[in-house]
């Protein structure tokens, strides 16, 4: 069996195919290297087996030099309408657009056109802030895209005749989730391969876009968010470590790197939310990374803290189930995780290695026990003991096992 050169991203697959034809433009954003390119190419092979003709696709990378003149928008939007076939559907993709000055321009005119159909990505969060969502509300719909789940990459493994045990496919994991890490023969070529994304997200995506000049600065940030994943964390505090290590900075330059650092999702943000007021509070947020590969790359002789490595593997996975995740706060408890449906329905998770001890299981369902409200409750644990116990209904899970729900 050859192995598969593609993974096999289902559910965001089915994104694209439940938005196809639809007049609206379909926006999918995510970190570098999370597959959006390769996500287009699926589709595109779909739409091909549908009937699509070759002719029907316009297909653009902007990081490509051959399309370098075409970043320009005017001549961008010629290029394209050109192409346009004016009695048939014409699919179009443009991908890593935010290269492209006023690029929403360009999706403007081109989303009034009955016979076009518009997919873009972008790898920064900023190409869909302020001013630009302003101009496009209303008219696109957005996929948040991560790098491999858990489950996409035990799949993969089982599809290559490569599976062990869920156990050793979770220590893999946790070394990286990045989809072509999946084709990487050893651990320095996966570490050079890791190093390459970090830099580019770096240099491109943080340092060219806000014009950084002290870049020391930014990357001994990146280091400190990166050793604190689930601590909460203060400008103020960041900023007074940097200083007792000889760093000259202030609050505003941390704020404004911090922005940067978050709008290219190298890590993502989770806010505290007050479970009985139901309301957003403004400090103390707790920072994951998108990838732990990325955590071991820059810190290699930091001493591991899998409580947080796990914490931030089921962030990671809340995110790809639910449209919003908080911190929860109760009262004077923490709820590692809030997270919120489409109704604003909520659901709870505690996240412990193990709670095989009576006294730290006491503890982790304290904060869980005070919640009022009906809404389902979870202890998440590594248990494989008494891990589908049930405490009053407050429902433990094995970890590994709930990453591998469908």
Not at 279 to 298: I, P, Q
Not at 347 to 368: G, I
Not at 378 to 396: E, R, S
Request: with cysteine; net charge neutral; glycine share 4%.
């Amino acid at each position: 069996m050859l192995e598969q050169k593609y993974v096999a991203r289902d559910e965001y697959l089915n994104f694209l195919k439940r938005n196809r034809d639809k007049h609206i433009i379909k926006v999918v954003s995510g970190v570098r290297r999370s597959g959006k390119s390769t996500l287009f190419l699926l589709f595109r092979d779909y739409l091909k087996k549908t009937g699509v003709k070759d002719n029907q696709i316009i297909n653009l990378n902007f990081e490509d030099m051959d399309f370098e003149d075409l970043l320009d928008p005017e001549k961008l939007y010629s290029y394209i309408k050109k192409k346009l076939l004016p009695d048939q559907m014409n699919y179009i993709f443009l991908d890593e657009i935010q290269h492209v000055h006023n690029f929403e321009k360009v999706a403007d005119s081109l989303f009034i056109k009955d016979n076009v159909d518009l997919y873009i990505t972008g790898s920064n969060a900023y190409f869909l802030s302020g001013e630009i969502a302003t101009l496009l509300t209303g008219r696109y719909v957005q996929l948040n895209m991560l790098p491999l789940s858990f489950n996409e990459f035990v799949q993969w493994h089982k599809q290559n005749n490569k599976f062990t045990n869920d156990q050793d496919m979770f220590n893999q994991y946790l070394k990286s989730s990045f989809p072509y890490t999946l084709f990487t023969e050893t651990d320095q070529e996966r570490i050079e391969y890791l190093q390459g994304i970090y830099s580019t997200i770096v240099l491109t995506d943080i340092v060219t876009r806000l014009n950084i000049k002290d870049v020391p600065v930014l990357e001994r940030l990146i280091r400190t968010l990166f050793s604190n994943i689930g601590s909460q964390v203060t400008i103020n505090k960041i900023t007074n470590t940097l200083r007792s290590n000889g760093y000259k900075t202030s609050n505003k330059t941390i704020d404004r790197y911090l922005e940067g650092i978050l709008d290219s999702l190298l890590m993502y943000e989770a806010k505290r939310y007050d479970i009985h007021d139901h309301d957003l509070l403004s400090s103390n947020s707790k920072y994951y990374v998108v990838d732990l590969g990325l955590c071991r790359l820059l810190l290699p002789d930091h001493q591991e803290d899998y409580g947080h490595i796990i914490e931030n593997v089921v962030y990671l996975e809340l995110l790809r189930r639910f449209p919003n995740v908080y911190v929860g706060q109760s009262g004077k408890y923490e709820v590692d995780f809030v997270a919120l449906n489409g109704r604003n329905e909520a659901r709870y998770f505690q996240v412990a290695l193990t709670t095989l001890d009576e006294n730290v299981l006491k503890r982790e369902l304290r904060s869980l026990q005070r919640i009022g409200d009906s809404y389902p409750k979870y202890l998440l644990t590594l248990d494989t003991l008494n891990k589908d116990a049930n405490y009053n209904g407050i429902q433990k899970m094995n970890i590994i096992d709930w990453l591998l729900e469908k």
